[in-house]
């Protein structure tokens, strides 16, 4: 069982910084895709960035550039390097994960079928979110 603890929110005043952080407590051979989200008030939630199963970085344009997404195998975590920061960057952020799919396992085939979709992976383990608030 994958499980995501994220940690390194806060409140920052515009074009201040942030580094969020991401444990996964399981190794990363069961790991795809690995990856951020976020949701602001009123609005859905939205892919912003994450790692393929090749390591390939893929980015939202929202933050394209000001955001950096990195990881560290040995320690099993996710970052997001949050730079540039605008009050339009306030929500909660959420890491996400893949579950390799196993060719004839209904669980996995069925989990990931139901996860979402971003970024050519299929999200489907969450963390409980941290929050970032950023003030004009």
């Known amino acids: 069982q994958v499980t995501l603890v994220e940690s390194g929110g806060g409140s920052v005043q515009s074009g201040g910084s942030l580094r969020l952080s991401c444990v996964a407590s399981?190794?990363?051979?069961?790991?795809?895709?690995m990856g951020w989200f976020r949701q602001a008030p009123g609005k859905e939630r939205e892919g912003i960035a994450a790692?393929?199963?090749?390591?390939?970085?893929t980015y939202a344009d929202s933050v394209k550039g000001r955001f950096i997404i990195s990881q560290d195998h040995a320690k099993n975590t996710l970052y997001l390097q949050l730079n540039s920061l605008k009050p339009e960057d306030t929500g909660m952020y959420y890491c996400?994960?893949?579950?390799?799919?196993?060719?004839?396992?209904?669980?996995?085939?069925?989990?990931?079928?139901?996860?979402?979709?971003?970024?050519?992976?299929?999200?489907?383990?969450w963390g409980q979110g941290t929050q970032v608030t950023v003030s004009s």
């Open positions: 790692f393929d199963n090749a390591g390939t970085a």
């Open positions: 399981e190794d990363t051979y069961r790991r795809a895709c």
């Open positions: 996400a994960a893949e579950i390799t799919a196993i060719p004839g396992d209904a669980k996995s085939l069925g989990e990931y079928y139901s996860g979402t979709f971003w970024a050519e992976c299929a999200f489907s383990r």
